[in-house]
């Protein structure tokens, strides 16, 4: 693939956005950027600057019991939720803290929870923590879980997202289709760059991608 490209977010210069153009598959669609969230969610530094700078946009919340985490983002939320316990954010947990958990998915690819983690998403206030989103597939997915669980959605929170909002729900965001004005989505029946015989680069996931050259 291409060098990538990065921004950082205003607020916080450790918040760094790595970007490569191109023509990619995900999951879901064919989109024209990688959006690379490797070093936000497994160096230390980074992971704590985008943990803490989405923190700031729940800091209005009242209680949050969990936050689920899609995509390998445990790390930046336990980051979050440190700082959203600093700030006084409570949670009505026994324990007085919250739970970071992430979900399983199955052979069908819906997310669910095992008997023994089920209590971390049962009554809970969940906040929902996504990398990326573009088709929002993924978290209507993690939405339909979390209800499905019997708990309630108080927030959405990425670290880049093309959707303001699934279901009603709004997502907070740190980089949005206002930093990337040209990123694209597209079926994977109805992509120009197929269309046009552009080269696939890599096929993507919230693990990575892998080359096709």
């Known amino acids: 693939m291409q060098g990538y490209k990065k921004m950082e977010y205003p607020r916080n210069n450790d918040v760094i956005l790595r970007y490569t153009p191109g023509h990619f598959i995900t999951p879901n669609s064919h989109v024209n950027y990688y959006i690379d969230m490797t070093d936000t969610k497994a ?29 390998g983002t445990e790390v930046v939320g336990s980051y979050m939720a440190d700082k959203l316990t600093e700030a006084g954010i409570l949670s009505a947990n026994s324990h007085k803290t919250m739970y970071i958990t992430g979900p399983e998915v199955n052979v069908n690819g819906q997310m669910m929870f095992r008997d023994n983690n089920q209590h971390m998403i049962r009554e809970k206030k969940v906040l929902i923590l996504i990398d990326s989103a573009s088709t929002g597939s993924t978290l209507k997915s993690a939405i339909e879980s979390v209800r499905f669980f019997k708990g309630e959605i108080i927030g959405i929170a990425a670290i880049f997202s093309i959707a303001t909002k699934i279901d009603g729900i709004p997502i907070q965001t740190l980089f949005s289709i206002r930093d990337l004005p040209d990123y694209a989505s597209y079926t994977h029946e109805s992509c120009p760059l197929c269309a046009e015989g552009v080269p696939v680069d890599a096929i993507c996931n919230g693990f990575g991608y892998s080359t096709l050259q």
Do not use: H, Q, V, Y
């Open 43 to 71: 160096r230390m530094k980074e992971a704590r600057a985008a943990g803490e700078s989405l923190a700031e946009l729940f800091l209005s919340s009242e209680i949050i019991d969990t936050i689920l985490c899609i995509n």
